[in-house]
């Protein structure tokens, strides 16, 4: 089942034209990978399918009921400023936020879905604490409980692991595998292709075109896959 | 001291102060958290110059000085902010420009006018006795108003100032919020200038939410104490300016500034 249909979509970045006709679907239960390199327009992509970015031509059309505020995203970087005054707590439980309709306040509901959330990610015990006073791992586990609880069927992330070290890595890419096999749609914008390749149901790879699009084993049998593989294996 | 309160409850123009006061303080530092911590700040500022030109104009005009400003500092801050979402023009810059065309706009009408008994100094700084009877109606309905629009929007406030493109992202209105946020402090500006002045106003916006940072670390403990701050402020400044016969506003400023001061030490002391 399809949820999610690009077709022919450009988007510009700062008057360039960051994605370049690019078309690709997302079916229900996928976890798909982004590559591209630096500046290849990932993160412009990912943005244009939740709404932050203008789309120039072409469509991207959600299918089968999936609705904007049934998603969840984790930024590639939130630059929260120094001394932002707001606990893990807060900071989960808005994620519940886009659920509510005319209602200002959370329900019990939404309160034990952010504990479980927090509980999933081993941050109850911290919830009280300070954002800003977590490392970076802990904050990135913060982001995606918040998304989680904004998500009920698609999870976008950009670049989740970046700057993580490669401990919390490796726990955080066992969470979001998890996830995706409770049955959670995933687009994940990544540099780290191994993973991609080992994890991923479909992968899309991007320089402001479309270059490949399909499963992992395609990937590694196609001229760009050998030439990215190979370049990162030297690298 | 009993005496001095007993001395201070018995003249009704500082009973209204003190109401008109500590309503307009609360929601200037509610409004305040959000306003400091999206870099807003300013904006108040720039409105409230323009609120200066405002008044004038109505008084001028013999019209009921609310009733004018409002509706123009709305108007200027739907300016002002579509000005800092629109990147090619500077919102500080725009502010300044702004500011300055209301402050003299308002300069040239008063001194037009014939008939003003009111000095250029009292708008500038403020004046306890600004207030009547229906002023002080208007300004205690609205700012009942400011606080329950706040209320229903505390959650939305929260996740939009922590972290606008995710709120976005996820199908939260940002660009409604911020309109509200504008239509708020621009309605608490308005009702707390003629008692603050033009120059000080904005301090009831920006020193509460930024004393209670410096101890608090969660944002509904930072919006509950910021009030609370901004209250005590506003009433010590009051009584400050009775005892000693100087300017209401400057009492509240000078206030406020003690207690940033020992916010902060008391943050330093708790740290070792």
Excluded: W
């Excluded at chain 1, 982004?34 to 500046?39: A, D, H």
């Excluded at chain 1, 950009?158 to 595998?177: A, H, R």
């Excluded at chain 2, 929260?158 to 209105?173: L, N, Q, S």
């Amino acid at each position: 089942m399809k949820i999610l249909e690009c077709e022919n979509v450009c988007i510009n970045y700062d008057d360039v034209r960051a994605v370049d006709n690019v078309s690709f679907t997302v079916e229900d239960g996928d976890f798909v990978c982004i590559l591209g390199e630096n500046g290849s327009g990932k993160s412009t992509l990912v943005k244009g399918i939740l709404g932050l970015e203008k789309i120039q031509k072409g469509t991207i059309k959600y299918l089968n009921g999936i609705k904007p505020n049934e998603l969840g995203y984790l930024p590639q970087t939130t630059i929260v400023q120094k001394n932002f005054p707001a606990s893990i707590y807060e900071v989960v439980l808005s994620g519940c936020l886009n659920s509510k309709k005319i209602i200002p306040f959370y329900s019990k509901k939404d309160k034990q879905k952010a504990l479980e959330m927090m509980k999933k990610f081993e941050i109850d015990n911290i919830k009280n604490k300070s954002y800003q006073e977590l490392s970076g791992g802990q904050q990135q586990r913060v982001l995606l409980a918040r998304a989680l609880c904004a998500s009920r069927k698609l999870l976008i992330l950009d670049e989740p692991i970046s700057g993580l070290d490669p401990v919390i890595t490796k726990k955080m890419y066992q969470k979001i595998k998890d996830i995706n096999k409770q049955g959670m749609t995933i687009i994940m914008v990544s540099h780290d292709i191994n993973y991609a390749i080992k994890n991923a149901s479909k992968i899309i790879h991007i320089k402001n075109k479309l270059l490949f699009e399909g499963t992992p084993k395609e990937y590694e049998k196609s001229e760009i896959g050998k030439l990215f593989l190979g370049g990162c294996h030297h690298g | 001291m009993v005496n001095l309160f007993e001395e201070i409850f018995t003249y009704e123009f500082m009973i209204r102060a003190l109401i008109v006061g500590s309503l307009v303080a609360l929601c200037a530092a509610l409004l305040g958290v959000s306003l400091v911590l999206k870099k807003y700040s300013m904006i108040g500022d720039g409105l409230s110059h323009v609120a200066f030109g405002a008044l004038s104009i109505a008084l001028a005009l013999n019209v009921a000085p609310l009733y004018i400003a409002i509706p123009v500092v709305i108007i200027a801050a739907f300016i002002l902010l579509h000005i800092s979402q629109n990147s090619k023009i500077k919102s500080d810059a725009a502010i300044g420009l702004i500011s300055t065309v209301s402050i003299a706009i308002g300069v040239i009408t008063i001194s037009l006018s014939k008939g003003i008994n009111t000095d250029i100094n009292s708008y500038m700084f403020g004046n306890i006795l600004a207030m009547n009877q229906s002023d002080i109606i208007l300004s205690v309905i609205l700012s009942l108003f400011v606080l329950v629009i706040f209320i229903l929007f505390y959650n939305k406030m929260f996740a939009i100032t922590f972290d606008e493109d995710f709120a976005k992202a996820t199908g939260i209105k940002a660009n409604r919020f911020k309109i509200v946020l504008s239509i708020l402090t621009a309605i608490t500006i308005v009702i707390g200038m003629r008692m603050m002045g033009t120059m000080l106003i904005s301090s009831l916006i920006i020193f509460p939410s930024l004393t209670a940072m410096r101890v608090c670390k969660t944002f509904k403990s930072v919006v509950i104490t910021s009030g609370i701050i901004s209250v005590i402020c506003l009433f010590f400044g009051v009584i400050l300016s009775y005892v000693y016969s100087v300017p209401t506003g400057a009492c509240i400023v000078v206030t406020n500034a003690i207690m940033l001061v020992l916010f902060s030490i008391t943050k330093k002391t708790i740290k070792i």
